[in-house]
């Protein structure tokens, strides 16, 4: 069984012996890609003029933790097509499995039974069908792990997607949490959804075409925080992840909802960002901005 580690990595490494170590005896590699994710920038990310890849030592240790076990890439790009590399990667490595770990988690002293965890993914490897599976993974206080708009509780133990079995045929879709099979295109996906609304008062159906996780594997559990960033790390971070949540909403919903109802977007190709209030905000010539409406139909504004 061929277990790979995927690790989307940036200035990390302070965090990277913490985070790493435990996994390596039970793993086959460690896929780590090294770089920036590219989202629209506000006035205040844009001044702090940060490098596309990792400028401390982040390369360094991580040869030095993992060893063989390493493949190392530079790549910068959005959160969905950098963590998409690694599902590649492992996928071009024959592994069975990958794990996502963040730079921020590391495995909770209190769960490492790994003859438990291992044991479980034999038997998800060899008697199901599903492609995607949860951990268990402690949400600590804020005061340790700022939120960056993650709308999740304190000391609480929430299930997330971590495990992907046959990573080399998924693919991100829609958002940097939801995947699907390589097969299906963005177009299946979005027709599902045009014909499938939502109605008042009722939750949206789930898609078929998106793989579903419905089991939780036990025996390891992770937990997170962010004491080893420093405070300017914390303040980006605040604004990237405002200006991803923003922008996968932007490009993965409105707009194919835009063309397909037959509207128009203002000034597609022209740089923006997300303000305090999540409306889109051109930058024009001169360092001037101005705040754009949505969606533009027949000359009207259809939509604010």
């Known amino acids: 069984m061929k277990i790979a580690i995927g690790f989307s990595c940036y200035q990390s490494a302070e965090e990277i012996e913490r985070s790493l170590t435990p996994w390596l005896p039970h793993i086959s590699h460690v896929v780590a890609i090294d770089g920036r994710y590219q989202t629209p920038e506000s006035p205040e990310m844009k001044k702090m003029n940060l490098p596309n ?34 599902l590649d990667i492992a996928g071009d490595l024959h592994s069975d499995f990958l794990i996502v770990h963040d730079t921020d988690d590391f495995i909770h002293p209190d769960y490492q039974n790994w003859n438990k965890f291992n044991a479980q993914l034999e038997a998800v490897l060899k008697h199901w ?51 699907t099979d390589k097969s299906i295109t963005d177009k299946e996906i979005n027709d599902w959804e045009f014909a499938h ?30 004491r080893l960033r420093t405070a300017d790390q914390l303040a980006y971070g605040d604004g990237w992840a405002w200006q991803n949540m923003h922008e996968e909403n932007w490009r993965w919903t409105i707009m194919p909802a835009a063309e397909h109802i037959g509207v128009r977007i203002p000034y597609p190709e022209d740089e923006y960002y997300f303000n305090e209030k999540g409306q ?25």
């Open 280 to 304: 889109r905000v051109i930058y024009l010539k001169k360092g001037k901005e101005t705040i754009m409406n949505l969606v533009i139909k027949d000359g009207q504004v259809v939509s604010n």
């Open 53 to 86: 890849y990792s400028t401390d030592e982040t390369e360094e240790v991580l040869k030095k933790i993992c060893g063989d076990k390493l493949i190392y890439e530079q790549f910068t790009a959005s959160q969905m097509d950098k963590r998409q590399r690694y």
């Open 129 to 179: 069908d599903d492609q995607i599976f949860k951990i268990w993974t402690w949400i600590p206080n804020e005061i340790i792990w700022s939120r960056q708009h993650n709308a999740v509780p304190s000391n609480y133990w929430m299930k997330y997607n971590r495990v992907h079995k046959d990573p080399g045929n998924q693919r991100y879709v829609l958002n940097h949490f939801t995947f």
């Open 197 to 226: 609304p939502v109605e008042p008062g009722l939750a949206p159906l789930e898609n078929p075409l998106v793989l579903q996780s419905n089991i939780v594997l036990d025996g390891i559990r992770i937990t997170t925080d962010r």
